[in-house]
């Protein structure tokens, strides 16, 4: 007599596996989040701090008193 698996389980029961676009969803977001967000460990991070802020620091804005330029 045939063993079937999981137990209980009759004639009707197949082992294709039928598609899921939640599940292909899933494995798409997280090979996107793989390519775009490295792991970094926290020491690296903090080791690393200064240079990081010093180069998302936005510049330094060239700016003209607005007295200037009501007088011109």
């Given at each position: 007599?045939?063993r079937h698996f999981p137990?209980?389980?009759?004639?009707?029961?197949s082992k294709i596996r039928?598609?899921?676009?939640?599940?292909?969803?899933?494995?798409?977001?997280?090979?996107?989040?793989?390519?775009?967000?490295?792991?970094?460990?926290?020491?690296?991070?903090?080791?690393?701090?200064?240079?990081?802020?010093?180069?998302?620091?936005?510049?330094?804005?060239?700016?003209?008193?607005?007295?200037?330029?009501?007088?011109?």
């Amino acid at each position: 007599m045939p063993r079937h698996f999981p137990p209980g389980v009759g004639d009707g029961w197949s082992k294709i596996r039928h598609r899921s676009f939640w599940r292909e969803g899933e494995v798409l977001l997280e090979m996107i989040k793989a390519a775009t967000w490295p792991p970094l460990s926290i020491e690296s991070c903090l080791g690393n701090w200064p240079a990081f802020q010093r180069d998302l620091a936005e510049g330094r804005r060239k700016r003209t008193p607005r007295i200037k330029d009501l007088l011109s």
